[in-house]
């Protein structure tokens, strides 16, 4: 609520300078078709366009606005009921491509010599995806030519800033929200747009810092940036090192986290083990050897320690038919 509040408050600012046109996003569509979403506080706002529906709009002169709000994956599903699901995507993509056109052309015939502007919340063919790929799957996409015909497309949605077109561009979120957009570049982007002309330009925001160090790395530990210490086949005592370490830093302010993957080797067959001892009876007494392992599984299953054992002793023969 806190982001929310202040990003409201940077619209309003902007609002106060030129007009500012607010598209729906995926996070902007209220469950089940009620409640409030973030964008109703801001549609009564003066000099603010909030869109929640495909549309063309005319704010300043000389500039024609085809908006594309988030497209809902089920009403466009909905216009081809039959099919597998791979036919009805691209049934879904079909029709979106047609709506964006069909914007383009009423642009055109509407606002004549303006500047054609297409603002689009949405997946595209094409583009590189960073942390947020559980978020976009089952998105309906279109392709970056879909939006031929456009001086400039103006995207959102993916959070990564790239150009898949001259005209074509993902801004990408303005701040870094995970690791793996340590190396991320993230801006705002300065356009200039005319018929048949267009300069980008990019802005370069003081995005959160996230650095990756190993464990025996120092910093200067500056304020406001995430750290992480990785290892890989770490043993259980260096792992325990690094996470001491990390509970250090963290009770000096430092924002720190570890990311410590734990080299395992387990060996049933030991050196009391015969020749002829069939891995179904070494299992039982590797098991015996280790009751932590038991336990842990009989916790998570509601079991006895004693079924545990007879299950995975049975398991081990069918497996291995010993």
């Known amino acids: 609520q806190l982001e929310e509040r202040y990003a409201v408050e940077v619209v309003e600012e902007l609002a106060a300078t030129a007009p500012v046109v607010v598209l729906a996003g995926n996070h902007d569509v209220p469950l089940a078709g009620t409640g409030a ?4 506080c801001l549609k009564l706002r003066a000099n603010i366009h909030v869109v929640e529906l495909p549309q063309v709009l005319v704010v300043c002169p000389g500039l024609a606005l085809a908006c594309i709000p988030y497209p809902r994956r089920a009403e466009l599903i909905a216009l081809a009921p039959e099919g597998s699901r791979e036919e009805r995507y691209a049934a879904a993509s079909q029709e979106l491509k047609r709506l964006i056109q069909g914007l383009r052309i009423k642009a055109e015939r509407a606002h004549p010599g303006t500047a054609k502007v297409a603002l689009y919340h949405g997946s595209l063919d094409g583009a590189v995806v960073g942390v947020q790929p559980r978020a976009l799957t089952g998105d309906i996409a279109v392709h970056p ?35 793996d ?7 705002a982007l300065d356009v200039r747009v005319a018929p048949g002309a267009l300069v980008v330009s990019m802005l370069r925001t003081p995005a959160r810092r996230y650095v990756t160090l190993a464990p025996a790395d120092d910093a200067d530990w500056e304020p406001g940036v995430v750290y992480r210490f990785k290892a890989t086949d770490a043993t259980p005592a260096e792992a325990d090192t690094v996470r001491k370490r990390v509970g250090a830093l963290a009770s000096d302010g430092v924002w720190a986290t570890a990311s410590v993957r734990v080299a395992s080797v387990c060996r049933a067959r030991d050196a009391a083990a015969t020749a002829d001892e069939s891995a179904s009876d070494l299992l039982v007494r590797w098991l015996i050897a280790n009751p932590s392992h038991v336990d842990d599984l009989a916790a998570q299953h509601g079991a006895s320690c004693d079924d545990v054992r007879r299950d995975l002793h049975l398991l081990s023969q069918s497996m291995t038919g010993e």
């Open 181 to 187: 957009e340590e190396a991320d570049v993230k801006c």
């Open 145 to 179: 030519d879909d939006f031929m015909g456009f001086d400039y497309a103006a995207c959102g949605h993916i959070h990564k800033m790239q150009s898949l077109s001259t005209t074509v561009w993902y801004a990408g979120s303005v701040d870094r929200v995970d690791f």
């Open 37 to 40: 979403t973030a964008l109703e």
